[in-house]
Nanobody, 114 residues
Framework: QVQFVESGGGLVQPGGSLRLSCAAS????????MGWYRQAPGKERELVAT???????NYLGSVKGRFTISRDNAKNMVYLQMNSLKSEDTAVYYC????????WGQGTQVTVSS
């Protein structure tokens, strides 16, 4: 019953911003690190950002300085603020526990295009 529900994706122009949300359930949320992942057409899924239970963060080099991962343990939520979006950010974005074999949720589509 571990579940992740992503939302907030959409179509945005280059340079624009989006805020993705992930609602987690079925486990003690505050005890686990979380990660945002993405998969673009024809490419492998890649880890975009992580946040530990101690709120330490790390980012994929290509998004560093543009994306910010955060969490709200009281709400069992993880967020990904995406600024200065580029076409190469286009992908389906997923969240799950970092370093844990969870099932993937449905993801949320982010399309950056003019």
């Amino acid at each position: 019953q571990v579940q992740f529900v992503e939302s907030g994706g959409g179509l945005v122009q280059p340079g624009g911003s989006l805020r993705l949300s992930c609602a987690a359930s079925g486990f003690m949320f505050s005890s686990y690190g979380m990660g945002w992942y993405r998969q673009a057409p024809g490419k492998e899924r890649e880890l975009v950002a992580t946040i530990t239970s101690a709120y330490s963060t790390n980012y994929l080099g290509s998004v560093k300085g543009r994306f910010t991962i955060s969490r709200d343990n009281a709400k069992n939520m993880v967020y990904l603020q995406m600024n200065s979006l580029k076409s190469e950010d286009t992908a389906v974005y997923y969240c799950k526990r970092w370093r844990y074999e969870d099932y993937w949720g449905q993801g949320t589509q982010v399309t950056v295009s003019s």
